[in-house]
T-cell receptor, first 113, second 113 residues
Framework: DGGITQSPKYLFRKEGQNVTLSCEQN?????MYWYRQDPGQGLRLIYY???????QKGDIAEGYSVSREKKESFPLTVTSAQKNPTAFYLCASSIRDATYEQYFGPGTRLTVT | QKEVEQNSGPLSVPEGAIASLNCTYSDRVSQSFFWYRQYSGKSPELIMSIYSNGDKEDGRFTAQLNKASQYVSLLIRDSQPSDSATYLCAVNEGGGGANNLFFGTGTRLTVIP
């Protein structure tokens, strides 16, 4: 089945620890994205990548890092520098065409205490 | 700052009625418009895309776009309890740049049996 997978579904960490969230897609999409969703707020873009080995900061990149070594994979690291890391993290992917349609993975809910 | 505005709701409609969800956007050069459905605790699911002025119908869903008024809406006919969810409006960045979307905060819809 084609799709986007994110793991783990739930993640618990202590404050001060870095944590890496996985995102894998087998849709052959070129572009991948990371969003953060907080209660009562819309999706906010953290990082995006349009091609392998290239990525750009979104609106709220501070405290996060990414890599794009393979077309299928776009992991997100939440570092200890992120002030409020507890949130629902969503990975998406899209074809690089005029439709701009993005498809989401199931998400990872991160809780930092 | 690009903005996408939605009424947060909650919007309550009886089963079988038409639910009308509205969205306005600030970026005049945006060309692609989307509606996502998000069930509680789940990731957004793309349900409608619209690119030109007028109406686009898909089953019980109709998307309406008016670029002059910078307005996009979603009508759900014969509403069912399973339609109860938060509906997110998304608009592309415009200007031929990256495939970035801007999301509204969503409208929560409740269909009453």
């Amino acid at each position: 089945d084609g799709g986007i997978t994110q793991s783990p579904k739930y993640l618990f960490r202590k404050e001060g620890q870095n944590v890496t969230l996985s995102c894998e897609q087998n849709l052959n999409h070129d572009a991948m994205y990371w969003y953060r969703q907080d209660p009562g707020q819309g999706l906010r873009l953290i990082y995006y990548s349009q091609i392998v080995n290239d990525f750009q900061k979104g609106d709220i990149a501070e405290g996060y890092s990414v890599s794009r070594e393979k077309k299928e994979s776009f992991p997100l690291t939440v570092t200890s520098a992120q002030k409020n890391p507890t949130a629902f993290y969503l990975c998406a992917s899209s074809i690089r065409d005029a439709t701009y349609e993005q498809y989401f993975g199931p998400g990872t809910r991160l809780t930092v205490t | 700052q690009k903005e996408v505005e939605q009424n947060s709701g909650p919007l309550s409609v009886p089963e079988g009625a038409i639910a009308s969800l509205n969205c306005t956007y600030s970026d005049r050069v945006s060309q692609s418009f989307f509606w996502y459905r998000q069930y509680s605790g789940k990731s957004p699911e793309l349900i409608m895309s619209i690119y030109s002025n007028g109406d686009k119908e898909d089953g019980r869903f109709t998307a309406q776009l008016n670029k002059a008024s910078q307005y996009v809406s979603l009508l759900i006919r014969d509403s069912q309890p399973s339609d109860s969810a938060t509906y997110l409006c998304a608009v592309n960045e415009g200007g031929g740049g990256a495939n970035n979307l801007f999301f509204g905060t969503g409208t929560r819809l409740t269909v009453i049996p």
